[in-house]
């Protein structure tokens, strides 16, 4: 990844697709990203290509859940947003 903001689409998106894969209908997304949260929010597709592509992905994905909420956080208090980012990009 060559962004922040890619790893943590990558990541948002691979979770969302275990999540849903598990039958889940209700997902919490916790993000210290904001262009990545007001993307879901709005259902908007940034510029950036990778990005833009994770969030058309997540966003169709995202239509099959019943409840998806999701929260902004500062990025000072990210480390434990990253390591969940990070953790979240290894699982398959």
């Given amino acids: 990844m060559a962004t922040n903001n ?3 689409a990558l990541a948002m998106w691979k979770r969302i697709e275990i999540e849903i894969d598990k039958g889940h209908k209700e997902i919490i997304i916790i993000g210290d990203s904001k262009l990545l949260i007001h993307c879901l929010v709005k259902k908007l597709i940034p510029k950036d290509p990778l990005i833009g592509r994770l969030m058309n992905m997540i966003i169709a994905r995202s239509e099959e859940l019943i409840t998806l909420k999701d929260f902004h956080i500062k990025r000072v208090l ?3 947003v990253d390591k969940k980012a990070n953790h979240a990009c290894t699982l398959r």
């Fill in 6 to 8: 890619q790893a943590e």
């Fill in 78 to 80: 990210n480390k434990e």
